[in-house]
C-alpha cells in the first residue's frame, strides 16, 4: 500500500506544471511562434545561450530573475511560463444562446470608446495594410493618440487611415467593436496639447519621449454590438 502511494506520489510530480520539461516545452513552442533562434532569445533575455538551457533544465529550482527575463523576452508572464495557461484565449467560449447583433448609434459609439484607452490604427502599407496598437483619448467628437516622430504611427497631415476598439465579455459572451475612418492632422498648438497631456491615460504603455500629437478627424463611424437577451 505504501509502495503504490509512492508511485502514485512520484506520478504526479512528474507530471505536475512547473517542471523542466514542461518549461523547455513551453519555451521551445514559443520561440518557434516568435520566429527566434536560441542565441536571438538569449540576447533579448539578457544572458548567454549556455545558461538559457541551464535555466530550462532545473529541476523545480528556478531562478527567479532569469525565469522573468525569459518570460518578458518570450512575451509571457512568469506564471504563464512555469504552469502554462489556465485561461482560453479571448473569444474561444462558446458562443450564447440567442445572441443579438445590433448597430450602435453615433452617441453609442462614442460613448464606449470614452471608456477605453488603446486601440488600433489601421494605415495604407507599402504591399498590405498595417495595424499599430495606440493609447488613445477620445477629445469632443475625435480620437488623440501621441507618438514619437518616425514612428509607423506618425504619419502626416491629411493622411487617411482607420481606427478601430473593441471590448469583450467572455464571461457574459457578449462585446462591442468601434470603427472610424477619416483622415488625421497634427495638434501643435500647447494650449490644445497641454489639457491632453494632463488627462489619465494620456501617456503611451511604450514610454520614452512622444512629442507628436495627431488628432484622427472621422468622417464616419460605425459600431456593432453583440449582445444575449
Not at 83 to 108: F, W
Not at 157 to 172: I, M, W
Amino acid at each position: 500500500m505504501a509502495q503504490d502511494e509512492q508511485a502514485s506520489s512520484d506520478g504526479a510530480a512528474e507530471s505536475e506544471p512547473g517542471t523542466s520539461e514542461d518549461v523547455a516545452d513551453r519555451m521551445e513552442l514559443r520561440r518557434i511562434q516568435l520566429g527566434l533562434s536560441l542565441s536571438e532569445l538569449a540576447h533579448s533575455a539578457r544572458m548567454s545561450p549556455s545558461y538559457l538551457r541551464e535555466l530550462a533544465s532545473l529541476h523545480g529550482d528556478f531562478d527567479p530573475e532569469g525565469l522573468a527575463r525569459l518570460a518578458e523576452a518570450l512575451d509571457m508572464t512568469s506564471d504563464e511560463l512555469l504552469h502554462g495557461r489556465v485561461d482560453p484565449p479571448p473569444g474561444q467560449a462558446n458562443a450564447g444562446a440567442h445572441p443579438r447583433l445590433m448597430r450602435l448609434t453615433e452617441r453609442e459609439c462614442w460613448d464606449r470608446l470614452g471608456t477605453h484607452g488603446v486601440g488600433r490604427l489601421g494605415l495604407r502599407g507599402d504591399t498590405a495594410p498595417v495595424i499599430v496598437p495606440v493609447n488613445f483619448l477620445v477629445d469632443g467628437r475625435s480620437v488623440v493618440y501621441r507618438t514619437r516622430p518616425g514612428s509607423v504611427g506618425a504619419v502626416d497631415a491629411g493622411t487617411p487611415l482607420a481606427f478601430e476598439a473593441d471590448r469583450l465579455d467572455e464571461e457574459r459572451m457578449r462585446g462591442w467593436s468601434v470603427l472610424v475612418t477619416g483622415t488625421t492632422e497634427h495638434l501643435t498648438d500647447s494650449a490644445t496639447t497641454g489639457p491632453l497631456a494632463d488627462r489619465a491615460g494620456a501617456r503611451p504603455w511604450a514610454g520614452g519621449s512622444r512629442p507628436l500629437w495627431i488628432r484622427v478627424l472621422p468622417d464616419e463611424i460605425t459600431g456593432r454590438l453583440i449582445d444575449i437577451p
